[in-house]
Structure formats: C-alpha cells, structure tokens
C-alpha cells in the first residue's frame, strides 16, 4: 500500500507538472512562421515593406524614426496608441534582425532625415532567426548603424533588448536570459562611449530576471499595457536626445 501510494503521489505530481508546463508552439503558429520565412526570402532586407509610404512623407520638424523589430512594428495596433500627434515613424519590421536594419537604414531612416532614430535591435538576432550570429557580429551591425546616422548628424538612442519569460511557451530556450542581460550591458557600455542615449526599456518590464508575465502577450512580445510603460521612456530618451542636437550646433 505504501509504495502505491508513493507511485500515485508521483503521478500526480508529474501531472500537475505537465499540466504547468509552458505549451509547444501549435502546428499552425510553425506553418505562420516559415511562411514569413518564404516572403522574407523574396525582400531579405524587407526594402519594400515601408517604400511606398516613405515616398509619401513630407518634411517635418523634429521627426523620430523608431527602427525596430516586431516590438516596434506591434506598438500602436492595440488600445496603446503610437505617439499620436507627434512626428514619429514606426519602421519596425517583424523578424528583423540588426544586420536587416542596417540593409534598409539609407531607405528608412537617412532619406526621411530625422532628427533622432531609436535603434530597437538584437533580439531576433539573439533568438538566431536568420541563423546563428555571434556578439561581435552584432555589434558591428549596430556600430554601422551609429556611424552612419552620426555622419548623417542625426542624434542616436540605443534601446535595450526587452526580457522574456517562459510564462505561456518555452521562450528563454530561443533567447537565453543571460545572452539578453550580457547584449543589453553591451549596448549601455557602447552607448556611454559614444555619447549616445540607452533607452532602458528591459528594466520596466523585467519581474527578477524574467519578463514581467502581466505585461506580454505570450512570454516575448509585449502587451497594451508593456507600450504604456514603454511610450513615456521613449519620450524621456528623444527629449535627451534632442537636447544634445541643440546643444552641438555651433
């Protein structure tokens, strides 16, 4: 009697850690992502996606361009509006990578001449979505990306990499924790250096060491409520950012 007990007292607990267990992505979100793959194979650096709309654009004073990836391109298509009134552009790209960006840099951000970019990058390069990338790797993408709007006298702010849980699915196994914290002590080392501003949006969201599971839709994006906590950061680091631009002219 006692070691059938102990045997459905394990069974229990297994099925109670089954039951917890974040779930595998369905067959249906694998047929979503390797149909992205396929248009990405079609556009690489995603050139078309915001060309017709940058033709669009008439000049404006002060403009931002927040360059990004599918964190960026989500904000505003919810409750948690994109900056509504102000001459911000979102140019994120869902599973952009830091070396795409630099690809599309002239066409998105150079050519509409703003006067600040918020450079939101790393993440899919971390979670190998366009294949494996070491840290020095990205980094040069990221350092051309400065250099490039420095010479273009177009201020800078460097975002950090947002966190992500295994609160819904398995996420960290894609984006380890470590390999968020170590690019994100990178990017404020980097920025300090080149007198850049770092956008810390991972330390608004982060619960210890983990994305705060109130504030994500599914363990890596975030939800209405993250881009609530987010816009105000963001105008903090463009106000900063502006200051400086003022500040250099002669």
Not at 143 to 172: E, G, W, Y
Request: proline letters at 5%; aromatic letters at 8%.
């Amino acid at each position: 009697m006692i070691r059938l007990a102990g045997v459905l007292a394990l069974l229990g607990a297994a099925g109670l850690m089954a039951q917890n267990a974040p779930a595998e992505p369905t067959r249906a979100q694998l047929e979503q992502e390797l149909d992205a793959y396929r248009r990405i194979l079609l556009d690489w650096g995603g050139l078309t996606h915001y060309g017709s709309e940058n033709a669009e654009l008439r000049p404006a004073d002060k403009r931002v361009v927040f360059l990004g990836d599918e964190i960026t391109e989500r904000w505003g298509q919810g409750t948690a509006k994109f900056f509504p009134g102000k001459p911000y552009l979102n140019r994120g790209i869902t599973r952009q990578t830091a070396a795409q960006m630099l690809v599309r840099f002239r066409q998105d951000v150079l050519s509409l001449k703003p006067k600040v970019v918020i450079i939101a990058a790393g993440t899919n390069d971390l979670g190998s979505v366009m294949g494996p990338s070491t840290e020095g790797t990205m980094a040069e993408h990221f350092m051309s990306m400065v250099d490039l709007a420095l010479a273009h006298n177009i201020r800078v702010v460097l975002a950090s990499v947002t966190p992500v849980c295994d609160c819904f699915v398995k996420q960290t196994a894609r984006r380890p924790i470590g390999k968020i914290i170590s690019l994100n002590n990178w990017l404020k080392s980097y920025a300090a250096e080149r007198g850049l501003v770092y956008l810390d949006y991972y330390s608004a969201l982060v619960e210890g060491r983990a994305m705060n599971r109130a504030l994500t839709v599914d363990g890596f994006l975030p939800n209405d409520a993250a881009y609530e906590k987010m816009a105000p950061l963001a105008e903090k680091a463009i106000t900063q950012a502006l200051a400086q631009a003022e500040g250099s002219r002669p």
